[in-house]
């Protein structure tokens, strides 16, 4: 059984920066994050492969976010900088043992319980 538990949201100022992380049990191989702001669908945000050679963005977040990983600790990590209120979210990291990095909800099996962001102007 796989579980992912998510953690490092807060609030902070426009331009700043966060750290979100993801811890993992159990065996996986492709992770990602999405976001759902209050009335919207939940997006994708960035994803990378097991290796984390590759890695995907959104257009949004390009340049700002930085995804990454720690197998040996089972845990990827979302590093955002030049943060805008625009990136007001509750964020989730969701894990497929699947090996296609997607974009779609429905491309992942795991989830965590989310962690709230909030950029204020």
């Known amino acids: 059984q796989v579980q992912l538990v998510a953690s490092g949201g807060g609030m902070v100022q426009a331009g700043g920066s966060l750290r979100l992380s993801c811890a993992a049990s159990?065996?996986?191989?492709?992770m990602g994050w999405f976001r759902q702001a209050p009335g919207k669908e939940r997006d994708f945000v960035a994803a990378?492969?097991?290796?984390?050679?590759?890695?995907y963005y959104a257009d949004s977040v390009k340049g700002r976010f930085t995804i990454s990983r720690d197998n040996a600790k089972n845990t990827m990590y979302l590093q955002m900088n030049s943060l805008k209120p625009e990136d007001t979210a509750v964020y989730y990291c969701?894990?497929?043992?699947?090996?296609?990095?997607?974009?779609?909800?429905?491309?992942?099996?795991?989830w965590g319980q989310g962690t709230q962001v909030t950029v204020s102007s």
């Open positions: 969701a894990a497929t043992t699947g090996w296609i990095a997607g974009t779609r909800t429905g491309d992942y099996d795991y």
């Open positions: 159990g065996r996986i191989f492709t």
């Open positions: 990378l492969t097991w290796s984390g050679s590759s890695t």
